[in-house]
Protein backbone atom coordinates (compact mmCIF):
# COMPACT_ATOMS: atom_id res chain seq x y z
CA UNK A 1 0.00 0.00 0.00
CA UNK A 2 1.36 3.20 -0.81
CA UNK A 3 0.17 4.67 2.73
CA UNK A 4 -1.83 2.51 5.61
CA UNK A 5 -5.21 3.82 5.77
CA UNK A 6 -8.24 2.88 8.00
CA UNK A 7 -11.31 1.16 6.74
CA UNK A 8 -13.52 4.39 8.25
CA UNK A 9 -11.03 6.63 6.66
CA UNK A 10 -11.03 4.79 3.14
CA UNK A 11 -15.19 5.56 3.79
CA UNK A 12 -14.53 8.81 4.84
CA UNK A 13 -12.55 9.49 1.22
CA UNK A 14 -15.08 7.54 -0.85
CA UNK A 15 -17.87 9.62 1.07
CA UNK A 16 -16.37 12.63 0.28
CA UNK A 17 -16.73 11.98 -3.77
CA UNK A 18 -20.17 14.23 -5.38
CA UNK A 19 -21.60 11.47 -6.76
CA UNK A 20 -21.87 8.82 -3.92
CA UNK A 21 -24.93 9.11 -1.68
CA UNK A 22 -23.71 6.45 0.93
CA UNK A 23 -21.99 3.50 1.11
CA UNK A 24 -23.31 0.14 0.69
CA UNK A 25 -22.81 -3.12 2.65
CA UNK A 26 -23.80 -5.27 -0.87
CA UNK A 27 -25.61 -8.55 -0.99
CA UNK A 28 -26.16 -9.86 3.00
CA UNK A 29 -23.89 -6.85 4.23
CA UNK A 30 -21.09 -8.54 3.04
CA UNK A 31 -18.78 -5.46 2.31
CA UNK A 32 -17.44 -4.68 5.60
CA UNK A 33 -14.72 -4.37 7.64
CA UNK A 34 -14.44 -5.60 11.35
CA UNK A 35 -13.13 -3.35 13.53
CA UNK A 36 -13.03 -3.57 17.88
CA UNK A 37 -16.73 -2.77 19.00
CA UNK A 38 -17.76 -1.95 15.30
CA UNK A 39 -17.90 -2.40 11.88
CA UNK A 40 -17.54 -0.21 8.84
CA UNK A 41 -19.89 -0.96 6.46
CA UNK A 42 -19.22 -0.40 2.43
CA UNK A 43 -15.55 -0.96 2.56
CA UNK A 44 -13.49 -4.58 2.73
CA UNK A 45 -9.56 -4.07 3.09
CA UNK A 46 -9.26 -8.03 2.36
CA UNK A 47 -6.10 -10.08 3.15
CA UNK A 48 -2.85 -9.22 1.09
CA UNK A 49 -3.19 -10.24 -2.81
CA UNK A 50 -7.02 -10.00 -2.41
CA UNK A 51 -9.25 -6.70 -4.06
CA UNK A 52 -10.37 -4.25 -2.00
CA UNK A 53 -13.97 -3.69 -2.27
CA UNK A 54 -16.03 -0.67 -1.76
CA UNK A 55 -20.13 -0.25 -2.15
CA UNK A 56 -21.56 2.85 -3.03
CA UNK A 57 -25.04 3.72 -3.83
CA UNK A 58 -24.19 6.57 -6.06
CA UNK A 59 -26.18 9.53 -7.54
CA UNK A 60 -27.48 9.02 -10.80
CA UNK A 61 -26.00 12.74 -12.60
CA UNK A 62 -23.25 11.25 -14.34
CA UNK A 63 -22.33 8.25 -16.41
CA UNK A 64 -21.83 5.44 -13.75
CA UNK A 65 -18.79 3.86 -15.76
CA UNK A 66 -16.93 7.59 -15.39
CA UNK A 67 -18.07 7.34 -11.45
CA UNK A 68 -17.00 3.83 -10.91
CA UNK A 69 -13.71 4.89 -12.53
CA UNK A 70 -12.83 7.85 -10.61
CA UNK A 71 -13.87 5.69 -7.25
CA UNK A 72 -11.48 2.84 -8.65
CA UNK A 73 -8.77 5.30 -9.46
CA UNK A 74 -8.83 7.33 -5.58
CA UNK A 75 -8.90 4.14 -3.99
CA UNK A 76 -6.08 2.71 -5.64
CA UNK A 77 -4.18 5.79 -4.92
CA UNK A 78 -4.85 5.30 -1.50
CA UNK A 79 -4.01 1.26 -1.26
CA UNK A 80 -1.57 1.08 -3.96
CA UNK A 81 -1.44 -1.45 -6.67
CA UNK A 82 -3.71 -3.89 -5.74
CA UNK A 83 -7.16 -4.93 -7.50
CA UNK A 84 -10.52 -2.33 -6.34
CA UNK A 85 -13.43 -3.39 -6.56
CA UNK A 86 -16.77 -1.15 -6.49
CA UNK A 87 -19.85 -2.84 -6.46
CA UNK A 88 -23.08 -0.18 -7.16
CA UNK A 89 -25.27 -1.40 -4.78
CA UNK A 90 -28.24 0.99 -5.97
CA UNK A 91 -28.68 4.46 -7.72
CA UNK A 92 -30.74 7.55 -6.87
CA UNK A 93 -32.32 9.87 -9.28
CA UNK A 94 -31.97 13.68 -8.82
CA UNK A 95 -35.62 13.88 -8.00
CA UNK A 96 -35.22 11.34 -5.51
CA UNK A 97 -34.54 11.82 -1.79
CA UNK A 98 -31.30 10.53 -1.10
CA UNK A 99 -31.99 8.18 2.08
CA UNK A 100 -35.46 7.21 0.10
CA UNK A 101 -37.85 8.81 2.13
Known sequence: M???VSASELADRVRAHPSVVRL???PFGAIAS???GRKVVGVRLPDEGEPVEV???L???RPLPDVVAE???LVAAV???VPVDIVVGDVVTPDEPPEGG
Do not use: A, I, K
Open 79 to 81: VGP
Open 24 to 26: HGG
Open 55 to 57: GVV
Open 34 to 36: YLP
Open 71 to 73: LRG
Open 2 to 4: TEH
Open 59 to 61: RLD
